[in-house]
């Protein structure tokens, strides 16, 4: 019997099951960053979250297609190029190839496809177009606008009361000139003197707003009526309750069937004084802690749930990566399958159909990691039977490799570290054992002498 999978939908407010439009496909959008600068870890959580998502239904049968479309013409991007001295189209270009390395060092692998609105302009074109004809958008001075007075169903994804729904574009005094209301939102901006990437319109020359990029990228991809849509709980509203509007006012169908949201992560500046927890840049907090320890951390907390970000949480997601290597080494790999993983592995499976409970589904994890260690402890020898399915699902499946041998930079260190300690000067012995952690490898005394195994 497959599992029923739920999952929380922000627009019905409940609990949905997952039904397929045809057969066993599914299909996952999630909305990717803007490339104006180097991605904060914080928008690591939606790219884990939905990787991990797409390997569960994948695992639960499911033929899975992940797309993270990539914010490539946006405000922001012109803001920081001019910043920068550089034309847009090349910081986009630059922070886009950043993106890319810095997302694939968390060892998720890429999402099926991954579109950039500055190569769907002929789609978002077609939807505007659509929208005017049908009487929801307007030109105006060469922008064109949402008319939201006329699309009933407004505010039905964030539950806001119209007067409490603010576009956030009137810092910009002319949209705000020439809108018929001030709920109205920009769905084509004309092009500025100032800005140096534009395409023509039948309106005029300029660029898409944000909004209808996804809009005309997801449908572009998936078609209508798709599966699932994702993304951080920041963007219900005002950019997932304006792309509903759009795609409904200008299609006459739905553009996905469940809403679903992450929680975002809280800086906490206090506990971060002097810590690793002050590390916001992805790249940087990866060089720091590494990808398993990165990932162990998201999948502690409901994916829902908001979450700290602290030295603390990442020192736990670290000692629970290591309880785990520990273990994987202490397996016999073609032992007889390690007692109770089975029934194991099936509630861990069961708590993620709960609307992919990942804090639930490692209370039934743990346990089991201990126990097994006290087996082992009394002298028992198995394999690891069901734990790679598990880790796979987690993302950490790169747990159960042997450890690589350490490089040439890691030796020296080992030696240096090795020579301090003769010298009892435990000050520098120390700091290249930090060296060490922070380059992945954790030092081992071992009878033959000091020895580098994975781990920081
Ligand atoms: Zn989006």
Redesign the pocket.
């Known amino acids: 019997m497959p599992r029923t999978i739920r999952i929380r939908d922000t627009l019905s407010g409940g609990l949905r099951e997952l039904e397929p439009r045809d057969d066993a496909r599914v299909a996952i959008y999630a909305?990717g960053p803007t490339v104006y600068g180097p991605l904060h870890v914080g928008n690591a959580r939606p790219y884990v979250v939905f990787s991990l998502l797409k390997r569960y239904l994948e695992h639960e049968g499911y033929e899975a297609t992940f797309v993270v479309?990539v914010?490539d013409v946006n405000d922001k991007i012109y803001a920081a190029a001019r910043k920068a001295g550089k034309p847009s189209e090349e910081l986009a270009q630059e922070m886009t190839r950043r993106y890319e390395e810095d997302t694939a060092r968390l060892g998720l692998g890429r999402p099926d496809s991954e579109p950039k609105a500055s190569e769907t302009i002929g789609q978002i074109v077609d939807l505007i177009q659509a929208l005017i004809d049908r009487g929801h958008a307007y030109a105006t001075g060469g922008d064109v606008y949402f008319r939201v007075a006329s699309f009933p169903g407004y505010g039905k994804l964030s539950n806001r009361a119209l007067e409490e729904m603010d576009q956030g574009e009137d810092d910009v005094p002319r949209s705000a000139a020439v809108k018929e209301s001030p709920h109205d939102f920009a769905l084509w901006k004309a092009r500025k003197p100032d800005e140096d990437t534009w395409w023509p319109a039948p309106w005029g020359e300029g660029r898409p707003g944000w909004h209808i990029?996804?809009s005309a990228m997801a449908e572009a991809i998936l078609g209508l009526d798709f599966e699932i849509h994702g993304?951080g709980s920041d963007?219900v509203f005002p950019?997932h309750e304006n792309?509903i509007a759009q795609t409904e006012a200008g299609r006459g169908r739905p553009l996905a069937r469940i809403w679903m949201h992450n929680g975002m992560l809280q800086l906490d500046r206090e506990k971060m004084s002097k810590s690793i927890g002050n590390i916001t840049g992805l790249s940087e907090a990866i060089d720091a802690v590494g990808p398993e320890v990165l990932k162990m951390y998201f999948v502690g907390a409901h994916y829902r749930s908001p979450m700290p970000y602290n030295e603390a949480e990442l020192d736990q997601a670290r000692s629970r990566v290591e309880r785990i290597r520990d273990l994987v080494r202490r397996l016999d790999r073609n032992g007889a399958e390690a007692p109770e993983v089975a029934q194991v592995a099936d509630r861990f499976f069961d708590e993620l159909a709960d609307d992919f409970n990942t804090p639930a589904a490692l209370a039934e994890l743990f346990p089991w990691v201990a126990r097994a260690h006290s087996r082992l402890d009394a002298g028992e020898s198995f394999g690891p039977g069901r734990l790679p399915e598990m880790l796979h699902v987690l993302g950490l499946e790169s747990l159960l490799e042997e450890d690589a041998p350490p490089d040439e930079a890691a030796l020296r260190l080992l030696e240096e570290r090795e020579a301090a300690r003769r010298e009892r000067d435990f000050t520098t012995a120390d700091a290249r054992r930090d060296e060490l952690a922070a380059r992945g490898w954790q030092v081992r005394d071992t009878p033959d002498g000091p020895r580098l195994v994975r781990g920081a």
């Open positions: 909305c479309n914010t990029e996804c993304g963007l950019h792309e």
